[in-house]
T-cell receptor, first 118, second 116 residues
Framework: NAGVMQNPRHLVRRRGQEARLRCSPM?????VYWYRQLPEEGLKFMVY????????ESGMPKERFSAEFPKEGPSILRIQQVVRGDSAAYFC????????????????FGPGTRLTVT | AQTVTQSQPEMSVQEAETVTLSCTYD???????LFWYKQPPSRQMILVIR??????QNATENRFSVNFQKAAKSFSLKISDSQLGDAAMYFC?????????????FGQGTTLQVKP
């Protein structure tokens, strides 16, 4: 069973460009989380999605950032008009659908995408 | 809002010795989950150990164990017989049970150095 996959692993964008980060959850997982890690800091929650629904976007910046998790295909985190402050590692995590049991709450992390804005 | 604090930015331990990493948290909830994650230089987040708040017994996974003090809101990680491969950044994390979101709230992290 392949783990959570993220691509690209490294992404370089110039200020003002768009960045698209992709996340394929583990097989059978329909819950996806996005986190951002600034240099020398812990991970900060951004958004929680289920298939075709945004459940919690309380950690998303109000402008330029958006996320989706379509019925088919990977989850996408999109950053429009990137600025230097967007440079960070972006992690995706997935969890299974099981409604009961502690194991349903464990999140499995991908390797992250390191975004560098020049 | 819940917060997680790791007051030790860096720690070091001699190989084969024992080290304890500290974590405190703040919450008004009575039921929640606590986790320790390891982030090696590869940056991959690896779950080390987890604890359900309703369980009084401290969780143990091989050389890793926790000291969960619910009243004090403390959740420390003990690594016994430290190995070179334990060198990494360690994050403490909190997850609410009652909310409809599974988001994890992370501390700032502790960088662990293991000396041969």
């Amino acid at each position: 069973n392949a783990g959570v996959m993220q691509n690209p692993r490294h992404l370089v964008r110039r200020r003002g460009q768009e960045a698209r980060l992709r996340c394929s959850p583990m097989k059978g997982h329909s819950h996806v989380y996005w986190y951002r890690q600034l240099p020398e800091e812990g991970l900060k929650f951004m958004v929680y999605l289920q298939k075709e629904n945004i459940i919690d976007e309380s950690g998303m910046p109000k402008e330029r950032f958006s996320a989706e998790f379509p019925k088919e295909g990977p989850s996408i985190l999109r950053i429009q008009q990137v600025v230097r402050g967007d440079s960070a590692a972006y992690f995706c995590a997935s969890s299974p659908t099981a409604p009961l049991g502690f194991s349903s709450y464990e999140q499995y992390f991908g390797p992250g995408t390191r975004l560098t804005v020049t | 809002a819940q917060t997680v604090t790791q007051s030790q930015p860096e720690m070091s331990v001699q190989e084969a010795e024992t080290v304890t990493l500290s974590c405190t948290y703040d919450t008004s909830e009575s039921d929640y989950y606590l986790f320790w994650y390891k982030q090696p230089p590869s940056r991959q987040m690896i779950l080390v150990i987890r604890q359900e708040a309703y369980k009084q017994q401290n969780a143990t996974e091989n050389r890793f164990s926790v000291n969960f003090q619910k009243a004090a809101k403390s959740f420390s990680l003990k690594i016994s017989d430290s190995q070179l491969g334990d060198a990494a950044m360690y994050f403490c994390a909190y997850r609410s049970v009652s909310s409809n979101t599974g988001k994890l709230i992370f501390g700032q992290g502790t960088t662990l150095q293991v000396k041969p």
